[in-house]
């Protein structure tokens, strides 16, 4: 199947290929591919090194899906996300939601080697070093940015694999306008989603705020999940060279976890909260532009770890922390002469945990438990850190570019991080790209002081160096869109645990090929697809070998409509001894209709051929289910 899904994708592409038939460049649509997540500021995609996807809001919500990240995982080649149920990723034993790129990634217990971003800020649990995928809403998102490859030169610590920027929804049209849109959904399993949203732009100033509320039985007992919360932001445009804004938001989720088919479990319980809140002032002048920013982001959280129903006992304490990431950020660019940008920035950030047991009946800490050991309850780390990025068209087909970081962590110590590239554009729609960047981890609170292999005293920095070359062309006056890319993974120093102690002695070799390509074949209708292998020394949980993704998308002035076919070869739910792997054929469909202006119906179903695979070990994921429901504007 896997076999027969790739060459009949590769044969597709190679078909179109062929529609390139005149010289006259009508490549209007790439030349305005601008993002913000290469270097921190809006750049056009073709004069980059890194490798970036955008999916923007229209393909985020095509599907009413309440998070952002199943989308990204289909549009993106090599991105994986485990999930476990209809709605609800949770935290601690058993979850799911860890994300993985081009096989580096990291568990909901372990550290992320992916880093999430909102709005170019950090978003982990400051304890374990991970991100929380419940908080990732499509209700904030106006568009996600993801980067393959390390990106620790801008972003520091975790963006080992790449990033995941969530660009939220400020409103920023020229006009003054205001806009309201309702969401309401229903379908298997007793799954409700609801989502309402207003947008105002009035003079200079903007304002965007949404609400949600989520919940499902999900389709094992014990497994419900609830979730409710909002988002708010506010801009105000000085001038036509400052501008600035505000934003923060809360959400908060109660979810159960019945265990594992062989092993159930009681009581298994999460009340997890978490927010951010960003205060931004931006400069935007001919010959130079940057921004100074203030971020928090922060949780509480409450779990029951439960007890084995047969036989087991309830618990008597519940594990409780707080954390707290928060930082402030500076960047500036100018312009030096002509093609030239050259980036300087400074980062600050504060990392805070607090981890402790609760009696469960008095509410009262606990300060002495063998069971957990836990070394240090109350702790904090700080990291600083400065860089600079030159880039400068040599001409108009060629592009180099080069930055360096140094990273200083109050416990783990100094990082130099280089980076380079060089862009050829041999013709005016097509860039061939070589890069090579380096990106690391600082070690986690939990590394260094929580429970028993706790080590603070000689932990440092996990370390990857990236190689990449890769072609992306554009033709059939930009209707047909492909790309290539080639890398090489090269990762030491990885934490593990030898002999009960925390320990920098891992090594790992990852290396791949990725392949994506997009096709307008009419104004209603078009194709996409995209296909990763990679290859593993020390294969890794939930990071197939193979990925793909496939598919046919329609739209008018009433209807939409898209089918979609993903695959999952090699896909290991376990590794070492008891190592198991599977193959996962996955097709799903949606469709809408617009009656009126006001009003849209839609549905969508997921695993319409009802196939029986698991992305978590022991937890069977549901075979077909649907959902259906009606959007409001006005």
Not at 261 to 282: K, Y
Not at 295 to 310: C, E, L, M, Q, V
Not at 375 to 381: F, G, L, P, V
Request: aromatic letters at 10%.
């Amino acid at each position: 199947m896997k076999n027969v899904f790739l060459r009949n994708s590769v044969m597709i592409a190679c078909m179109l290929m062929v529609c390139e038939t005149n010289a006259e460049l009508r490549d209007t649509l790439s030349m305005r591919e601008v993002v913000v997540t290469g270097n921190r500021q809006a750049t056009d995609i073709r004069h980059l090194p890194a490798t970036v996807t955008v999916i923007d809001r229209e393909q985020l919500i095509s599907e009413h899906r309440t998070s952002v990240l199943p989308t990204v995982m289909e549009q993106v080649p090599g991105l994986m996300v485990t999930s476990r149920g209809v709605m609800g990723y949770g935290v601690s034993d058993g979850a799911a939601g860890s994300i993985s790129l081009r096989g580096l990634g990291g568990s909901t217990k372990n550290a992320a080697q992916m880093l999430i971003l909102i709005d170019g800020h950090p978003q982990y649990q400051g304890i374990f070093g991970h991100g929380i995928a419940d908080s990732y809403l499509t209700s904030i998102a106006e568009r996600v940015e993801v980067l393959r490859g390390p990106a620790s030169l801008f972003y520091g610590s975790n963006a080992m694999g790449g990033v995941i920027n969530i660009v939220t929804r400020g409103y920023d049209t020229l006009r003054d306008t205001v806009m309201t849109g309702v969401t309401l959904g229903a379908g298997s399993w007793g799954t409700v989603q609801a989502e309402a949203s207003n947008q105002v732009r009035k003079g200079k100033f903007s304002s965007t705020v949404a609400a949600h509320f989520n919940r499902s039985d999900n389709h094992r007992p014990n497994m419900g999940f609830a979730q409710y919360g909002g988002y708010v932001r506010l801009g105000y445009n000085f001038s036509t060279n400052w501008k600035a804004y505000a934003d923060a938001s809360i959400t908060h989720w109660n979810s159960s976890d019945p265990g594992e088919v062989s092993a159930p479990m009681s009581e298994r319980e999460q009340w997890i909260t978490r927010g951010t809140a960003n205060l931004v002032l931006e400069n935007r002048y001919e010959r130079t532009g940057g921004s100074i920013s203030i971020y928090d982001n922060f949780g509480w959280h409450k779990i029951n770890d439960g007890y084995k129903t047969a036989g087991g006992a309830p618990q008597t304490e519940l594990f409780r922390s707080k954390d707290d990431v928060a930082g402030l950020s500076w960047q500036q660019y100018a312009v030096l002469f002509p093609g030239n940008r050259t980036t300087v920035g400074v980062d600050y950030q504060h990392i805070f945990g607090h981890a402790w047991y609760e009696d469960r009946e008095t509410g009262e800490t606990i300060t002495n438990r063998n069971k957990r050991d836990i070394q240090s309850t109350n702790t904090h780390e700080n990291e600083i850190a400065a860089y600079i990025d030159f880039r400068q068209d040599i001409a108009n087909w060629l592009t180099l570019d080069a930055g360096v970081r140094y990273d200083h962590h109050s416990t783990a110590g100094g990082e130099w991080i280089p980076q380079a590239g060089i862009v050829v554009r041999p013709i005016a729609t097509g860039e061939l790209k070589v890069s090579f960047a380096k990106g690391f981890r600082n070690p986690t609170l939990r590394e260094m002081y929580l429970y028993k292999p706790a080590n603070h005293d000689s932990l440092r920095a996990e370390r990857v160096l990236n190689y990449e070359l890769s072609w992306r062309h554009r033709i059939a006056g930009g209707r047909f869109t492909y790309g290539v890319n080639l890398f090489l993974l090269d990762g030491d120093n990885m934490i593990q645990t030898v002999a009960m102690r925390n320990v920098n002695v891992g090594k790992f070799k990852n290396k791949g090929i990725e392949l994506e390509a997009n096709y307008r074949v009419h104004k209603n209708w078009s194709i996409s697809t995209n296909h990763s292998l990679l290859d593993m020394e020390t294969p890794i949980i939930a990071a197939p070998k193979y990925k793909g993704f496939l598919s046919c998308n329609y739209s008018s002035s009433r209807w939409a409509a898209s089918l979609n076919l993903q695959y999952l070869g090699s896909l290991y739910t376990a590794v070492g001894a008891s190592e198991q792997k599977q193959n996962v054929c996955l097709l799903g469909a949606s469709a809408s209709y617009r009656p009126t202006a006001f009003l849209r119906i839609w549905a969508r179903g997921e695993n319409l051929l009802a196939r029986k695979y698991e992305l978590n070990l022991g937890y069977p994921m549901p075979r077909a289910t649907v959902m259906g429901g009606v959007d409001f504007s006005f």
